[in-house]
């Protein structure tokens, strides 16, 4: 009788495993279906059983409604207000983080995103740190508290974005009458897959070390002062804020400019898949504000409906004004203000705004990253429903 190959195989496995050898007796098992090939509007790909699928993950598109997470912000105010030790002193920060529920519990929702959403009560810090990953805050409150960045305060309001790069010292707190709320994103997941995460709380005070905020060196408005002309920078200043490398030198975009621009580009021909969309960049360079993700703002019009779209980058949408759907294979997403949700890579997605009023959406993918790496791809579909390649 002739030998069964897989089965002798799988006997000397259980033998060999302490040698930290794995004798293969499976097939590779692609997670994502061929880009150029299977183009269909069907939900893509799937994560391999057995050895060769043990520790896949695959991200699904999910949608956390604000109505139904809001409440726990609440909470954790109360309790934070109550306590003899409140959650900011002994986690750090008050906040939920977002799961997404085919990543196994980690606390992320892409491959390489995290987010977040905070709550500060008046009178609440954040101590002065530094860190590897970029992060990123959009405030929802109408008063937003304050992030000092490498010594520039920026006292925030909704709609506001914060950068606070890789390699820059930076502390938040509230310092007003109401709680603060905002979103929070890191590139934490792919740095601690890179395994390049730290953190340093060690900040040079006036009397040693490991002060509790930094003394403001520069008021709210260095950035808009420096870098709030658009096609005009600075020729006398470096551009290098913090230690990190490829990061924007502007920390803080207000979210009424942002408005108001987006607001007179209303008339222009808008991009069919997207909408009015305009970048937050590095303005010394004109590149996405952290190597790893970039930051738009989309303006949906009232009755606009794009084109399905589908790239090879994740993106985590914001919702900051208005409603409307998105639709992503094999789903629908309807979403109102402050609602979170993400689309993973490779799934085909489409907005529509289907109510009377304009819709503001922020989106952030790790479409840098990708670009960076070779594998960024974008697909689009024509109104003849044909599959055209956005990028060559
Ligand atoms: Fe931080």
Redesign the pocket.
Known sequence: MALDAREAMERLNTEAAPLNIWLRTQANAAAQRPWFRETGLEASGRVASGRVGAAQLKPVAHHWRWRQIAPYLERIAEIAREAEVPPIEFAERQQFLLTNPGLGGRLQVTATMRCAVSIYNPGDV?PV???T?N?SRTILSENGGYTTIEGERCTAARGDLIL?PNGTW?D?GNDGADPVVWIDV?DFPLMEFLDCVW?DEEFPGATGGNARAQVATDDSGYSQRLYGKGGLVPGFVSHRRGFGRGTSPMFHYRGTEVRAALDGLRDEASDPYEGVTLRFVNPATGASVFPTLDYRAMLLRPGEETRFKRETASTLYQVIEGSGATEIAGGRIDWQKNDIFVVPGFGWRRHVNCGEADAVLYAISDMPLLEKIGQYRAQGRLPDDTVAELIS
């Open positions: 954040a740190h530094i860190h990953p992060a606070t930076h938040h890191l953190l």
